[in-house]
């Protein structure tokens, strides 16, 4: 690759970032050792809780700080006792710019958000080198992020939730008064996946303390993307010989680029014009001679009606949450062409439990969300689940964990803006779910919603992996539009892939993709055109 070719994603990355008149650093008023014997009354925090206190502050410099940093952490007690605390951690610049921002966690979260590496920010841009305060939580329970058993306690479900983001925005406003002297003056939230769920419960529930959020591939309706997942898990398990094999995905995949990767005007392992592959691809030209099993050059007939049938909307019967039909995941649109965690597992049968990498991810997800989340019984077979029987159960459990409500009237006259993002070959929350909660929004805002708005599709990107691993300098994009009033100009995005070698590629908003124009670099985001 020629030098040229690899420096320019980095100018053109450094030429989008704003040109603000930033205030002059705020530094600390308070030693940040003194922290560490802070207690936090319950009045303090909105939400019932058994108040907070500081379990340790240090100054620490991490790799490539070019300044210590305060490291809080803390914990929020309970009201019930037998509830687990909610652990977070808060990050304090020596030289603080005046704004915050909460991160999301992941998964059924039980990990402490540190809050030094949010949602695919480019490297060179974390937040806290920036002078940003940052802060993240556990969401008021440990765990694996695949284990969903914390449920069965109603704090601790409550929690995760929704409720620990404000328990813990209201704890970390407190600490950041103490230490700096005032509160924040911009209050941003970031997160992806259950973090971009907890964005948007930051903006629909608690809009007037949140001055911008950004959601990646959010698992907004919670619930009913756990029903498509476990649906996902039937799909391929219970009728014989439905499960297809990583060796067979791959065999798809290489199908679906063939016929599908040049739509876009290039060849560069990419699947952008979605729409136009399509109608173009027909996976029924894999089937096994007479649709038998013959290996992994084909698929047989009942893997092909599981391919098509995961491509296809599924339709619940019944409204949950105002939910009856949900999206298709994106099989036949490149999803396995860098391989994914997310996948279809690599066995079959599933495990009893099933584990973590080995079974289909979204059985998995979907396991749990009905053994813990809905029936509240560790030893249900979730194969044999049946929608139909558990409706009751299944609406209960959405009015505590679903964010479906486009009601973002709060945040709006608080002045907030949204930038949503989702990748077209997501496999672990199919891109067209956030495609419908920006329907929503764009049913109830019409066209006011551009005023505080922003929808873009990444092809190739999937739940952070996918041919195509996006870096999006987001953070500086949603400031320059909070602080300055611009609207969102074009966006450019970053390859964190070893093969990409930094090339770079416009983020399109919605519906818009990029088409290559036959002119210049194909690694360069300019040789492209956003278009319809």
Not at 164 to 180: E, G, M, P, S
Not at 366 to 381: A, E, H, S, T
Not at 425 to 441: E, F, K, Q, R
Request: hydrophobic letters at 40%; proline letters at 7%.
């Amino acid at each position: 690759m020629k030098p040229s070719t690899f420096l320019a994603p980095f100018a053109l990355l450094s030429a989008s970032l704003p040109l603000l008149a930033f205030s002059a650093p705020v530094a600390p008023v308070a030693n940040c050792a003194s922290l560490a014997t802070i207690t936090i009354e319950r009045g303090a925090i909105a939400l019932p809780t058994g108040g907070a206190r500081v379990l340790s502050a240090e100054m620490q410099t991490a790799k490539d700080d070019t300044e210590p940093v305060c490291v809080v952490k803390g914990a929020i007690a309970p009201v019930d006792p037998s509830a687990p605390p909610i652990n977070f951690q808060l990050n304090l610049p020596t030289a603080w710019n005046g704004k915050a921002l909460q991160a999301g966690g992941g998964g059924f979260d039980g990990t402490v958000v540190t809050g030094r590496s949010p949602a695919f920010l480019p490297r060179e841009r974390e937040p806290v080198r920036l002078g940003y305060v940052t802060f993240g939580s556990d969401s008021g329970h440990t765990g694996n992020g695949g284990d969903a058993s914390f449920a069965l306690n109603a704090e601790a479900l409550a929690n995760y939730g929704g409720a620990q983001i404000k328990k813990t925005h209201d704890a970390v406003l407190a600490l950041i008064k103490r230490y700096y002297g005032q509160t924040p003056k911009r209050m941003y939230f970031i997160g992806s996946s259950q973090g971009g769920h907890e964005g948007l419960i930051a903006a629909e529930r608690y809009g007037a303390d949140y001055d911008g959020v950004i959601a990646i591939h959010p698992a907004y309706n919670l619930i009913e993307l756990l029903l498509d997942s476990l649906a996902l898990g039937q799909t391929i398990y219970n009728p014989a010989g439905a499960w297809i094999s990583p060796d067979k995905l791959a065999t798809v995949n290489k199908a679906v680029l063939a016929k599908c990767d040049a739509l876009d005007g290039v060849a560069d392992g990419l699947i952008s014009n979605v729409a136009a592959c399509r109608k173009t691809f027909d996976p029924k030209t894999l089937r096994c001679p007479d649709g038998k099993d013959t290996g992994n050059t084909c698929l047989s007939d009942a893997q092909l009606t599981a391919l098509e049938t995961l491509a296809k909307p599924v339709d619940f019967g019944a409204e949950i949450d105002g939910v009856k039909v949900f999206p298709g995941w994106p099989v036949l649109d490149g999803a396995f062409g860098a391989g994914t965690r997310f996948g279809l597992g690599m066995r079959n049968p599933p495990g009893n439990p099933p584990a973590m990498m080995r079974d289909a991810f979204g059985y998995l997800m979907g396991d749990q969300g009905v053994r813990y989340f809905v029936l509240k019984d560790p030893n249900f077979k979730s194969l044999t689940f049946k929608t139909a029987e558990h409706l009751d159960a299944l609406r209960r459990a959405a009015t505590i964990l679903d964010a479906n409500s486009a009601d973002l009237d709060a945040f709006r006259k608080h002045g907030g803006k949204l930038l949503l993002m989702h990748g077209t070959v997501d496999m672990a929350i199919p891109p067209g779910n956030t495609v419908a909660y920006w329907s929503s929004l764009q049913t109830r805002y019409g066209t006011a919603l551009p005023s505080f708005a922003r929808f873009y599709m990444a092809p190739g990107f999937g739940h952070g992996d996918g041919a195509f691993q996006v870096q999006w300098d987001s953070l500086t994009t949603l400031d320059e539009w909070v602080e300055a009033g611009k609207p969102p100009a074009a966006q450019t995005v970053r390859d964190g892939t070893q093969t990409g070698n930094g090339r770079t590629r416009p983020l399109c908003e919605y519906p818009l993709w990029p088409k290559y124009v036959r002119t210049g670099d194909a690694n360069l985001a300019a040789s492209f055109a956003c278009v319809k």
